[in-house]
């Protein structure tokens, strides 16, 4: 069956300290992979997205960038982190782009 | 590009009374409609999706309706229970190779004992 990690579960930076959040996926080849934000009780906002290695679409301009060095490997960067930074961040992962998404357990991250 | 509006942003309803949350969609081309409930602390979990050549569909106290003339979808929870108690999301989406889902806005449930 399929699975999704997503590490860590919580993270506290500072200002200015980079970021790296890691999401994998088990059980399935070639998924369309996304990184979603959530701000405190708001929706979701859709980052970045994946068709396949190598290949990013952005969504909002900002502060983060996205890279997807293996098939099933996802990892949201940043160089420097911004207090409006914090959120809760959610990878997905979906077998084609107009399917139902499978959601990872998050990270907290709280920048200070 | 498709833009998705959920009605209410909270809704408090007595423990075993019925809950409903309805969306609208603005691109006619939408042929995929999810749910997903968020709890705390939780990433979002599909509970039920309804595809366009459907009308209704339900699973257990949960049913969902879509109406493609109006452009809406409605989640109806019946004789609900404390652990409905979450964030709620509907979404819209084709079933085409450069789609992706537009999510609502969410509906925080609360459910009174």
């Known amino acids: 069956s399929q699975t999704i990690h997503q590490w860590p579960a919580t993270l506290v930076q500072p200002v200015g300290s980079p970021l790296s959040l890691e999401c994998t996926v088990e059980?399935?080849?070639?998924?369309?992979l996304y990184w979603y934000r959530q701000a405190a009780g708001r929706g979701l906002q859709l980052l970045f997205y994946s068709v396949g290695i190598g290949q990013i679409s952005s969504e909002v301009p900002q502060n983060l960038s996205a890279s997807r060095p293996q098939d099933r490997q996802f990892i949201l960067s940043s160089k420097k982190l911004l207090l409006s930074d914090s959120g809760f961040y959610l990878c997905?992962?979906?077998?084609?782009?107009?399917?139902?998404?499978?959601f990872g357990s998050g990270t907290r991250l709280t920048v200070v | 590009g498709e833009n998705v509006e959920q009605h209410p942003s909270t809704l408090s309803v007595q423990e075993g009374d019925s809950a409903v949350i309805k969306c609208t969609y603005s691109?006619?081309?939408?042929?995929?409609f999810p749910w997903y409930k968020q709890e705390l602390g939780k990433g979002p979990q599909l509970i039920i999706d309804i595809r366009s050549n459907v009308g209704e569909k339900k699973d257990q106290r949960i049913a969902v309706t879509l109406n493609k003339t109006a452009k809406h979808f409605s989640l109806h929870i019946t004789e609900t229970q404390p652990e409905d108690s979450a964030v709620y999301f509907c979404a819209a989406s084709r079933d085409s190779s450069a789609s992706k889902i537009i999510f609502g806005s969410g509906t925080r449930l609360s459910i009174r004992p």
């Open positions: 997905a992962w979906s077998v084609s782009r107009g399917s139902g998404y499978t």
């Open positions: 059980g399935t080849s070639n998924p369309n």
């Open positions: 691109d006619s081309a939408s042929n995929y």
